[in-house]
């Protein structure tokens, strides 16, 4: 007896984070990030993503370095590093609950990422959040 799937529930955070991962992958693939994207914006949640993680791309960048270190980072999947912006912004700048972010990234992993990528994601935002942990303490 095979399950049924879980219907997905889109929380207006959830949208906002779709929009932005979009936006950032759109940004990647032409390799820098057009003003007019700005106009596409559809909620002030997404905005603030945008603007954080475009203020704070260097140093969000040396943190996915830092904990996915295998990895570099102009040959990891461009969802997968989109997806782990948004994450680390928001734990690091923003003080989100670091759980349920990491959660939320799994599920859109889950959704845009290949088979391997909620694993990859999970494995690098646990590293990250249990390093905060410690810093933290």
């Not at 950032?24 to 909620?43: A, C, G, P």
């Amino acid at each position: 007896m095979t399950k049924p799937k879980q219907k997905q529930v889109f929380t207006s955070r959830r949208m906002s984070r779709i929009q932005t991962l979009q936006l950032l992958f759109e940004s990647d693939l032409r390799d820098s990030y057009n003003q007019e994207d700005d106009n596409n914006i559809s909620t002030e949640f997404t905005n603030l993503l945008i603007t954080g993680i475009k203020k704070n791309i260097i140093d969000i960048d040396k943190n996915i370095k830092k904990y996915a270190p295998d990895w570099p980072i102009n040959q990891m999947p461009i969802i997968d590093k989109n997806i782990l912006r948004v994450a680390i912004y928001e734990i690091i700048y923003k003080d989100a609950i670091p759980k349920v972010i990491a959660n939320e990234s799994v599920e859109l992993a889950k959704l845009f990422g290949s088979e391997s990528s909620p694993k990859f994601i999970n494995g690098v935002l646990g590293s990250l959040i249990e390093s905060k942990e410690k810093i933290t303490i």
